[in-house]
Nanobody, 115 residues
Framework: QVQVVESGGGLVQPGGSLRLSCATS????????MGWYCQAPGKERELVAQ???????AYADSVKGRFTISRDNAKNTVYLQMNSLKPEDTAVYYCRANWGPFNHWGQGTQVTVSS
């Protein structure tokens, strides 16, 4: 069973930054497509950013230019650097590890952007 554990959430003022981390178990981490999703109260979970095993990235329009996804295969970890945060970024952020038809989700980490 692949374990996925997010960390790094918290309370930050508008315009601030946070870096989320997602540690994943398993010896084939480098083959996973990794994604960060967010879910705000009353809304569906949606993709924020994704990085493939080859390092190709994709972002939601709402975070382009502000968020950066990266991965460290030696540490089995994917990161989400979040800059210029806005109140509308407030949500629970989830990490997903995908390999073929298999998806493994973490428990989520809360990000709150408020003054």
């Amino acid at each position: 069973q692949v374990q996925v554990v997010e960390s790094g959430g918290g309370l930050v003022q508008p315009g601030g930054s946070l870096r989320l981390s997602c540690a994943t178990s398993g010896s084939i981490f480098r083959t996973y497509t990794m994604g960060w999703y967010c879910q705000a109260p009353g809304k569906e979970r949606e993709l924020v950013a994704q990085i493939t095993s080859g390092g190709n990235t994709a972002y939601a329009d709402s975070v382009k230019g502000r968020f950066t996804i990266s991965r460290d295969n030696a540490k089995n970890t994917v990161y989400l650097q979040m800059n210029s945060l806005k109140p509308e970024d407030t949500a629970v952020y989830y990490c997903r590890a995908n390999w073929g038809p298999f998806n493994h989700w973490g428990q989520g980490t809360q990000v709150t952007v408020s003054s």
